[in-house]
């Protein structure tokens, strides 16, 4: 199995900042994309940002400019920088990550437990 444990998530105020990180560890032959999610109450989850293994980047039209996902491939880590935090940025963010666990395999996705971001106005 993959673990995915997420961290750095807690209470901010607006327009202030917070990094979360995600390390992945347990069954791990390679990693593919990964990526953050959030989901707010009463909303589906959506895609925040993701990464490639070729270090290509995609943003939600709503947080280009103040969102970075960055990914170090020799921990198996990826961390999201968020700056000009706003209060609809508020939700609890997911860790994505596809992983090829041993030679041969397909790719299997796997989700960490989330963690809760919360913009304070």
């Known amino acids: 199995q993959v673990q995915l444990v997420e961290s750095g998530g807690g209470l901010v105020q607006v327009g202030g900042s917070l990094t979360l990180s995600c390390a992945a560890s347990?069954?791990?032959?390679?990693?593919?994309?990964m990526a953050w999610y959030r989901q707010a109450p009463g909303n589906e989850r959506e895609l925040v940002a993701s990464?490639?293994?070729?270090?290509?980047?995609n943003y939600a039209d709503s947080v280009k400019g103040r969102f970075t996902i960055s990914r170090d491939f020799a921990k198996n880590t990826v961390s999201l920088q968020m700056n000009s935090l706003k209060p609809e940025d508020t939700a609890v963010y997911y860790c994505?990550?596809?992983?090829?666990?041993?030679?041969?395999?397909?790719?299997?996705?796997?989700w960490g437990q989330g963690t809760q971001v919360t913009v304070s106005s």
């Open positions: 994505n990550a596809g992983v090829v666990m041993h030679r041969g395999w397909g790719t299997d996705v796997f």
């Open positions: 347990g069954s791990i032959f390679s990693m593919k994309a």
């Open positions: 990464v490639t293994t070729g270090g290509s980047t």
